[in-house]
């Protein structure tokens, strides 16, 4: 198996997007692989991919896919488009998630699966690779001669580094790190510290520069410079507060509130949670965000203060 063979995306999410501009730049061949009358048709062929179509003989001419489409859709792909794939098709996914909660690689064992997960959103995948940035990425692969493949992959993907995982390993992490940090105590915090400076008479303007834009600034310093030249460098008032604010909101009720995350990950709970409407929930959750006022001021004060 060679990067000169034919490879397809599934999908044309905001990762697939990203994949096939690095790809396209590196001088990989592949093509889009869609449903029928899919509305993301006219944007791949405005941007000069081609496509083709699921369930359709098509598929039988390629042997690599990235499996892009939503974690979800996973097991809906394989029970419709089994029997137009190749038994020689190998698989490679960007989260472990469907592979973890579906066992994936058993019930299609007939496949090869493999994992190359960038732990960047789209956007800077796509950024780092036109910057020479650097990606890293936690990676498994069956065999041998897939992990060969892999290594081959990820530098035209713009990924730098690699890491050895497994599925579940990597869906483990990923789904903790979400709940307990990235998506629920970043952006709700910011929210709640936003109101609350509001409602005690702090300006819009410096509400928000104080609890959401410099959150850019001060996640930067803290990964790029580490947490010891961190914390050495923060004002002697921002280090004492780090620790009143540690020891005000971090305390034993925290800390088993993040156990209770990881427990309901891993005694696989929170994967019957995910079974309900996403798109429903996402409404909801974007419907309250349009009433907070902290989106509002995000949208007035965006041209003066974000690139």
Same mark, same amino acid.
């Given at each position: 198996?060679?990067?000169?063979? =034919?490879?397809?995306?599934?999908?044309?999410?905001?990762? +697939?997007? #990203?994949?096939?501009?690095?790809?396209?730049?590196?001088?990989?061949?592949?093509?889009?692989?869609?449903? +029928? *009358?899919?509305?993301?048709?006219?944007?791949?062929?405005?941007?000069?991919?081609?496509?083709? &179509?699921?369930?359709?003989?098509?598929?039988?001419?390629?042997?690599?896919?990235?499996? %892009?489409? =939503?974690?979800?859709?996973?097991?809906?792909?394989?029970?419709?488009?089994?029997?137009?794939?190749?038994?020689?098709?190998?698989?490679?996914?960007?989260? @472990?998630?469907?592979?973890?909660?579906?066992?994936?690689? &058993?019930?299609?064992?007939?496949?090869?699966?493999?994992?190359?997960?960038?732990? #960047?959103?789209?956007?800077?995948?796509?950024?780092?690779?036109?910057?020479? @940035?650097?990606?890293?990425?936690?990676?498994? #692969?069956?065999?041998?001669?897939?992990?060969?493949?892999?290594?081959?992959? +990820?530098?035209?993907? @713009?990924?730098?580094?690699?890491?050895?995982?497994?599925?579940? &390993?990597?869906?483990?992490?990923?789904?903790?790190?979400?709940?307990?940090?990235?998506?629920?105590?970043? =952006?709700?915090?910011?929210?709640?510290?936003? *109101?609350?400076?509001?409602? *005690?008479?702090?300006?819009?303007?410096?509400?928000?520069?104080?609890?959401?834009?410099?959150?850019?600034?001060?996640?930067? +310093?803290?990964? /790029?410079? @580490? =947490?010891?030249?961190?914390?050495?460098?923060?004002?002697?008032? #921002?280090?004492?507060?780090?620790?009143?604010?540690?020891?005000?909101?971090?305390?034993? /009720?925290?800390?088993?509130?993040?156990?209770?995350? $990881?427990?309901?990950?891993?005694?696989?709970?929170?994967?019957?949670?995910?079974?309900?409407?996403?798109?429903?929930?996402?409404?909801?959750? %974007?419907?309250?965000?349009?009433?907070?006022?902290?989106?509002?001021?995000?949208?007035? $004060?965006?041209?003066?203060?974000?690139?």
């Amino acid at each position: 198996m060679t990067l000169q063979g =034919p490879i397809a995306i599934i999908g044309f999410g905001s990762q +697939a997007r #990203a994949w096939a501009l690095n790809l396209r730049d590196s001088k990989i061949s592949f093509k889009i692989v869609l449903k +029928a *009358n899919s509305p993301s048709m006219a944007l791949v062929s405005s941007m000069g991919f081609e496509s083709i &179509e699921l369930e359709s003989h098509e598929l039988e001419k390629f042997k690599v896919f990235l499996m %892009l489409i =939503p974690d979800d859709k996973h097991i809906s792909f394989f029970e419709k488009n089994c029997s137009f794939l190749s038994n020689e098709s190998h698989f490679i996914y960007a989260h @472990g998630f469907s592979l973890s909660k579906e066992r994936l690689h &058993e019930k299609f064992s007939q496949f090869s699966h493999s994992l190359l997960a960038p732990k #960047a959103i789209a956007s800077d995948v796509r950024f780092q690779y036109e910057t020479k @940035g650097k990606i890293g990425v936690a990676y498994y #692969a069956q065999t041998l001669e897939n992990e060969i493949f892999l290594k081959a992959l +990820a530098p035209k993907l @713009g990924f730098t580094t690699m890491y050895k995982s497994h599925f579940d &390993e990597e869906c483990m992490a990923d789904l903790f790190s979400e709940q307990s940090l990235l998506c629920s105590l970043i =952006p709700y915090g910011a929210l709640k510290s936003y *109101n609350l400076l509001r409602k *005690n008479g702090i300006s819009s303007e410096v509400a928000f520069m104080e609890c959401f834009l410099e959150l850019k600034s001060i996640s930067h +310093a803290f990964v /790029t410079l @580490g =947490p010891q030249a961190f914390f050495n460098l923060i004002s002697p008032n #921002a280090l004492i507060g780090s620790q009143k604010g540690r020891e005000l909101l971090m305390g034993e /009720t925290f800390d088993k509130a993040l156990e209770q995350i $990881l427990i309901d990950i891993k005694n696989k709970h929170f994967y019957k949670e995910v079974e309900i409407d996403a798109d429903l929930l996402r409404k909801k959750v %974007l419907a309250e965000w349009d009433e907070e006022e902290l989106s509002k001021t995000f949208i007035k $004060l965006k041209p003066e203060l974000i690139v």
